[in-house]
């Protein structure tokens, strides 16, 4: 087969019986794959019109990149521990200079797998980002948060302290988790499950969202899941059981949409991403 994608389906199709000299006519184009995710050319999930679509292509090179490659050791440093993987660090091979050329300040103990796109002035605290995922532009990942793979960040947002947003490979035809542009994520806070947080959204601090949390707006009562609407702040907190009164289930509540003392608070100094 000549078109990589055609191998790329292919192999995918037969990825428990795939032979070394399979693996060896794939290996090429899945590498290819990879640097293309790395670069930002392309993407696990993408916006079309009002709506985000995962690039099933990309999933299947992530997960045959783990039939191509073979763990290596990776060498440690001062302060960093020795690694065994079959994914690279992304800057594991770096210069100064390639920090500079990509407007990128990152802090020791932040740890970022090759095929993670981490655009111009983004900020990594000591943090983890997993392999396809996507941090936008002038972002910060502060200390202890986590992206998941291929979770997809927007531009200057604010992913707080000890926050998770999970991530996705299979199933392949799944959305990741979709944080969009200008979003603050309040510390120790959890979106999994594909949820998408539309921009301008404040979520406060220890909030938890999955595809089956109930989100409660205050004022009318409306009850939706799986999606955070354009500037909701949210809060955590809890909804009666109807068929169990006695009992209260963990909910996120809108309590307002944010206004500009929202903002001033939630607010990420420039200084920091320069």
Known sequence: MTD????????????????????????????????????????????VGDAWVPDTHVKKLILLSFLTSANTMADGGPGRPRTFDKVPLKFEDWAPDDFVKAR??????????????IAPGAVLMPSFVNVGAWVGPGTMVDTWATVGSCAQI???????????????????????????DDVFIGARSEVAEGVRVRRGAVLGMGVFLGKSTPIVDRATGAVTYGEVPEDAVVVPGTRADPKQPGLALAA???????????????ALNDLVRE
């Open 4 to 47: 990589p994608k055609a191998l790329i389906d292919d192999a995918f199709a037969r990825r428990d019986r795939l032979t070394g000299a399979d693996l060896e006519e794939i290996a090429p184009v899945v590498a290819a794959g990879l640097a293309a995710l790395d670069r930002g050319e392309t993407r696990a999930a993408r916006p």
């Open 104 to 117: 990128l300040r990152v802090v020791p103990g932040a740890v970022v797998r090759y095929g993670a796109h």
């Open 154 to 180: 927007g531009a200057r947002c604010h992913i707080s302290g000890g926050a998770g947003i999970g991530g996705v490979l299979e199933p392949l035809g799944d959305s990741p988790v979709v944080i969009e």
């Open 252 to 266: 996120a509540v809108i309590v307002k949409y944010a206004d500009a003392r929202t903002r001033g608070k939630t």
